[in-house]
């Protein structure tokens, strides 16, 4: 149910899972990961999102909070620490153009698009190329994280996407659940206000509130 009004598109509902007990069942493949009190004191159901690489593998997977006032919403595994810590390996092509946003569930409604495990995550860069990937990072100008990980991906030679002042919302699931843009609609406004090298820095002074 909480798919469902996440409006996470159906055909992507294979790639979730849920877990009713998220550490005790973490403890089960990463033996003494969470202690026996926080498994008696602090274990809750989890929304469950498998990272898999190309072959099928999985190398990692988050555990997302259903309760909007979780203090940790997402608790992320990893099980191969040499693996690339990016979501969508397994249907990304290299071939065609790639955007790159933040989160695993928003990465889920636009065309070969990967999601970074955590904000400061280098992986990403060993593995799309600068001539075809857009990053599109959370809609928070006055977030200093945000606007550090933009720097750096423009200072990188990489095309970063400013949305428009008209979209408020602050991520992909939020615009489109928001109905502020459909995913097509999306799409397009991302690569329509997409800049790289001195523009986007340009645009980035513009755009930023602090």
């Not at 990465?107 to 995550?121: I, S, Y």
């Not at 606007?147 to 489109?176: C, H, Q, W």
Request: charged residues 25%.
């Amino acid at each position: 149910q909480y798919v469902v009004n996440r409006g996470i598109p159906s055909d992507q509902h294979y790639r979730l899972y849920y877990c009713p007990a998220y550490m005790a069942w973490v403890n089960e493949s990463v033996p003494n990961k969470f202690s026996a009190e926080s498994v008696a004191n602090k274990d809750e159901p989890r929304l469950v999102i498998p990272f898999v690489d190309r072959a099928g593998h999985v190398f990692a997977f988050q555990g997302r909070s259903f309760n909007p006032n979780s203090k940790i919403k997402y608790i992320t595994i990893v099980l191969d620490e040499d693996a690339p810590r990016v979501f969508g390996l397994d249907t990304f092509e290299p071939s065609k153009h790639a955007i790159v946003v933040e989160g695993p569930l928003d990465a889920m409604f636009l065309p070969n698009t990967l999601a970074l495990a955590g904000g400061d995550n280098d992986d990403i860069y060993k593995i799309v190329r600068k001539e075809n990937t857009t990053f599109l990072f959370d809609n928070e100008p006055r977030h200093k994280d945000t606007l550090r990980r933009m720097e750096k991906a423009i200072t990188l030679g990489y095309a970063v996407s400013f949305l428009p002042s008209t979209i408020v919302s602050k991520d992909v699931n939020e615009i489109i659940k928001n109905k502020e843009a459909s995913a097509e609609e999306l799409t397009g406004i991302i690569f329509r206000n997409s800049y790289s090298g001195n523009t986007a820095k340009i645009k980035l002074a513009q755009w930023r509130k602090i």
